[in-house]
Structure formats: structure tokens, C-alpha cells
């Protein structure tokens, strides 16, 4: 009688696998083929937007979202070639979805930021932007994140909501940046003279703009100096290599300037010990 049963147990099983096993391959070719040609599809139409001079964010966020979407469709075919009931299947799926989308209400609202960041364009990739005091050039805008590039070449994941829930600081969006730096000159120099010459000298160094021109004013007083503001403008994507020619160029300039200083004021001791050995010598 077992040995009977056991019988009946391989015809079962052999049956069921001559039954199924067609749609099984068919199923598993379909699922190959399909993923092959979502690739295919996802490229095209990434490139489609490109030649519709769409935006970096829009053609990367589309592309991406598109390829998700034909992804699902394919297991739902996929699922109904081997027989699974895709009503009940979507059922399941729905409730699971609710389950995580519960579970992940942080990751639907970057998601959301996401769209939004896409839709109002605060910042676009290759913009430099500042966000909660990070620094750095948007090398990408994801569906729940952006990636942002800093000076020192590190790859800063910042979550969505948090960029749009925060002060966003873009650099890039006028077309050009300032750049503020102050120095320190003695009440004795000739300010309009200094002027004229420290801005015609920052106006040629490489990569500062000539409009807006430079801007060199008097920010404050000190006790034994003035605080000399010095505010070139410069192209965003060039604002530290610019920044340290302007710095260099000021302390050159600076160095000249002192140095006439201390041969002036080393020049009038010396009048002033000579007018003091002439009175005595009267």
C-alpha cells in the first residue's frame, strides 16, 4: 500500500511538471527576454529626452521611474503565465505596499521632495549649492535623494527632505559669485591712491569678471588700521582657484605697499634724527 502511494506521488509530480513545465519555460524566456528589453527601452527613451533637451534631473528621474514601472508589469505578466491569480496577486501586493509605505513614510517623502525638487528647480546638476552648512557641486538628483561633490572630492548622499526642508544657498543661479575678503591697511596710506591700484591689479588676475568690477571700500575702522573690503566677482565653478589668485596677488601687493611704508617711516626716524642733531648743534 506504500509502495502504491509512493507511485501515485511520482505520477503526480510528473504529471504536474509535464503540465506545467511549458509555461514555466515560456515564462522563464519571457522574463529574460523582457528585462533585456527594458534595458533596451529604458536607454532609448533616456536619450529620446535628451534630444528633448529636457533637464539632467527630469531625463535621469524619468528614465529611472519608467524602468521601475515596465520592471513590475513584467513580473505581473510573468506571474499570470504560471498560473498565479494576478488579482489576488495585486491584492497581496497592495496591502504590502500599504505595510511599507507605512513603515517607510521618510523614504515616500523624499520621494515626494524629490518631485518637487524636479517641478520648482531650486538647484540643478552642476549647480554649487550650500545646504545645512554643506558645501559642494550637484553631481546628481535621484528619486529619494541628492549627491552633491565637495571641494575635497567626497561624495556627500543627501536625503531629499531634508535639502527642501532647509535653507538652500545656490551659488550657480545668477551666473556668477562673490568673493569677500577683507585686509588690514595703515591710516598713513593714501586710500584713494590704494584704491585705484589694488582694483585695476585684482581686475587683471585670471578669471575675475569684469561685470559687476571689482569692488574695493572701506569696511571699518580700527585702532591703528582701516579694514579694507576687497569683493571681485567670479564664475561659480571657478570660485576656489580664483579665490587663492586674488588672495596671492593681495599679499604681493601688500608686500610692496609695507615695504614703502617701513623705507618711509624708517626715512623720517632718520629726518627726525638728523633735525634733533641739528638743533643741538645750534
Same mark, same amino acid.
Given at each position: 500500500? +506504500? @509502495?502504491?502511494? /509512493? ?16 509555461? &514555466? ?8 527576454? +523582457? ?12 536619450? %529620446? ?5 529636457? %533637464? ?43 505595510? /511599507? ?43 529619494? %535623494?541628492?549627491?552633491?561633490?565637495? $571641494? ?18 545656490n551659488y550657480s543661479k545668477l551666473g556668477c559669485v562673490r568673493i569677500d575678503i577683507k585686509t588690514n591697511l595703515p591710516y598713513?596710506?593714501? &586710500? $584713494?591712491? &590704494? ?32 579694514? /579694507? ?14 579665490? &587663492?589668485? /586674488?588672495?596671492? @596677488? ?17 626715512? %623720517? ?9 641739528? @638743533?643741538? +648743534?645750534?
Open positions: 500500500m +506504500g @509502495n502504491l502511494d /509512493v507511485q501515485k506521488y511520482f505520477e503526480g509530480l510528473i504529471d504536474a511538471v509535464i503540465k506545467y513545465l511549458p509555461d &514555466f519555460v515560456m515564462a522563464l524566456i519571457v522574463l529574460l527576454i +523582457g528585462l533585456w528589453l527594458i534595458k533596451r527601452i529604458s536607454r532609448i527613451l533616456k536619450l %529620446s529626452l535628451e534630444r528633448a533637451q529636457l %533637464s539632467k534631473e527630469i531625463t535621469s528621474f524619468l528614465a529611472t521611474l519608467a524602468y521601475i514601472t515596465l520592471k513590475i508589469l513584467l513580473i505581473f505578466s510573468v506571474a499570470g503565465m504560471i498560473g498565479i491569480n494576478t488579482a489576488s496577486f495585486v491584492a497581496v501586493l497592495a496591502a504590502a505596499g500599504l505595510a /511599507v509605505g507605512l513603515a517607510l513614510q521618510g523614504s515616500l517623502s523624499n520621494f515626494a521632495a524629490g518631485i518637487i525638487i524636479l517641478l520648482f528647480k531650486p538647484y540643478k546638476i552642476g549647480d554649487l549649492v550650500e545646504v545645512k552648512e554643506r558645501f559642494g557641486k550637484v553631481v546628481d538628483i535621484q528619486i529619494f %535623494s541628492t549627491l552633491l561633490q565637495t $571641494p575635497g572630492n567626497k561624495i556627500l548622499i543627501l536625503p531629499n527632505t531634508e535639502v527642501i526642508n532647509g535653507v538652500i544657498v598713513n596710506e593714501n &586710500f $584713494p591712491r &590704494f584704491k585705484e591700484k589694488l582694483t585695476k591689479k585684482i581686475s587683471g588676475v585670471e578669471g575675475v569678471l569684469h561685470s559687476p568690477p571689482v569692488s574695493v571700500g572701506i569696511e571699518s575702522f580700527e585702532s591703528n588700521h582701516v579694514v /579694507v573690503s576687497v569683493r571681485p566677482f567670479v564664475k561659480p565653478e571657478q570660485y576656489w582657484d580664483v579665490y &587663492f589668485r /586674488v588672495t596671492e @596677488n593681495i599679499k604681493t601687493f601688500f608686500t610692496k605697499i609695507m615695504l614703502r611704508w617701513h623705507m618711509q617711516k624708517g626715512l %623720517s626716524l632718520v629726518r627726525l634724527k638728523l633735525d634733533k642733531m641739528n @638743533n643741538n +648743534g645750534c
